[in-house]
C-alpha cells in the first residue's frame, strides 16, 4: 500500500491509516528501510510516526505464520493426490498380482 503525503508535514506527526493493525506490517518512508515503524492507533487501526518533509509511505504486510501455512496446505494436496495417483498406478504394474 502506498500513500502520498501531499503536502508533507512541516514537523514531526503520526499518519493514521483506516487498516487493522496486526505485528507483522512494516513501512518505508521516503525509500528508506527500516525508516519507521508501524504502531497501534486508535486501538486497533495503523499508526506511523513521520518526521517533518516525508512525502512518500510505504507499507506491506508479510506474515511468516501464513507462508507456513500456504506451505503446508500446499504438501498436504500433494500428498492426498499421490493418494489417489498411486495406487491405481501400483495395481497396474505388471507382476503385482
Known amino acids: 500500500m502506498s500513500i ?10 503520526y499518519v493514521l491509516i483506516a487498516e487493522n493493525w496486526y505485528l507483522d ?4 518512508i ?4 527500516g525508516g519507521g515503524q508501524v504502531l497501534r492507533g486508535d486501538n486497533s487501526l495503523l499508526t ?4 517533518p518533509g516525508a512525502r512518500r509511505l510505504e507499507l506491506s504486510y ?3 505464520a501464513i507462508a507456513r501455512g500456504i506451505a503446508l496446505a500446499l504438501v498436504s494436496l500433494l500428498i492426498v493426490i499421490a493418494g489417489f495417483l498411486v495406487p491405481p498406478a501400483w495395481q497396474r504394474r505388471p507382476g503385482s498380482g
Do not use: F, K, M
Open 48 to 51: 506511523v510516526p513521520v518526521g
Open 4 to 13: 502520498a503525503l501531499d503536502p508533507p508535514p512541516t514537523d514531526s506527526s
Open 62 to 64: 508479510h506474515s511468516r
Open 30 to 33: 521516503d525509500g528508506r528501510p
Open 25 to 28: 506490517w512494516s513501512v518505508v
